[in-house]
């Protein structure tokens, strides 16, 4: 169990982040793609991707096994909101005690390849292998999925800000899953290990992950800036089709009306069915049938949690809203 021990401070400092975090993505799905359970949410993508997945992206298995710890710097939690090149760039500056330090944990619990012995140096060419294996495996088994993996970590996202609208931060971390509860001033985490983390007035970054897989997952270094990544409820019907195969035009087609931009429009900050009939005067099944055409059309997403149906724009909805100047 990993125990959160929060001062009144940190209460005032908790935050959602503001998007997905791309070496978390690449970090969580490399673990996930080795694993057998979650068969239902990730079976698919599993079948798409290991046949595509080039040598160099074999490189990251080792550090990201689907058990056990992995290097912190992998991680690293000042690049949120930057672009994947960004985010390479901090990595591969690592310090090199960090490296070492990371590294010598790993190898205290499991054998590592020979090559990790130069990244634990600080060698500048594996430092480059290494950024060249993410760039490559995130082009070959993410990008095709990340405008649904932003998606449903946005929908995500809107069902947080809701809990913390009734019921402030206690509500906001008591929401947060059957996987974590909260018994003010500690929240408890399912973990495969015992840790405390103790933020001592540094407040924590929620991470909202599409990969983690099947616990939250924090660094291990407990002097680093607290983060504390989670699972989010998936789409069954995620990987298939996969998004490349959707057509470009076919499903926009149906897209006109004042009811289905309404309904566009409401679902910009999170609505559910009821509350769109509510707000549109319009019958459940109209307003399902509305929802259906604009997701197929890749303009919303739909999250259900705890028996509710929520419906929230895409970022392809919010910038055909804008571009109408909705």
Not at 71 to 93: K, S
Not at 164 to 178: F, N
Not at 228 to 249: E, G, K, S
């Amino acid at each position: 169990m990993l125990r959160v021990h929060f001062t009144a401070e940190d209460l005032a400092r908790v935050r959602v982040a503001s998007g997905p975090d791309f070496l978390w993505e690449i970090s969580n799905s490399v673990q996930t793609l080795q694993r057998r359970d979650g068969a239902r949410v990730f079976g698919e993508w599993r079948r798409w991707a290991r046949p595509r997945l080039s040598d160099s992206c074999r490189l990251l298995s080792p550090l990201l096994p689907p058990h056990g710890c992995s290097p912190d710097f992998l991680t690293p939690t000042h690049g949120e909101g930057e672009t994947l090149h960004a985010a390479v760039d901090t990595l591969v500056r690592t310090p090199r005690m960090r490296l070492r330090t990371d590294l010598t944990r790993v190898a205290a619990s499991r054998r590592l390849p020979g090559w990790t012995e130069s990244l634990a140096r600080g060698d500048v060419a594996a430092l480059r292998q290494l950024g060249h294996a993410l760039h490559t495996y995130h082009l070959e088994a993410l990008a095709p999925f990340w405008p649904r993996i932003h998606a449903q970590i946005d929908a995500d996202r809107i069902i947080r800000l809701h809990s913390l609208l009734d019921g402030g931060t206690d509500g906001l971390l008591a929401g947060l899953g059957p996987q974590l509860r909260w018994r003010q001033p500690v929240l408890e985490v399912d973990y495969p290990v015992e840790q405390d983390l103790r933020l001592d007035g540094r407040g924590l970054t929620l991470q909202p992950s599409f990969f983690c897989w099947p616990t939250p997952v924090t660094l291990a270094d407990g002097e680093l800036p607290p983060v504390l990544v989670y699972p989010i409820d998936h789409a069954m019907d995620w990987a298939q089709p996969t998004p490349a195969d959707r057509p470009a035009d076919g499903a926009l087609g149906p897209l006109i009306g004042h009811t289905r931009a309404a309904v566009l429009k409401a679902v910009r900050t999170g609505s559910s069915t009821v509350e769109l009939a509510r707000l549109l005067a319009v019958t459940h099944p109209a307003i399902s049938q509305h929802v259906k055409v604009l997701r197929a059309a890749g303009l919303v997403t739909t999250v259900r949690r705890a028996g509710r149906s929520l419906h929230v724009a895409t970022a392809e909805g919010r910038a055909l809203l804008r571009s109408s100047g909705s």
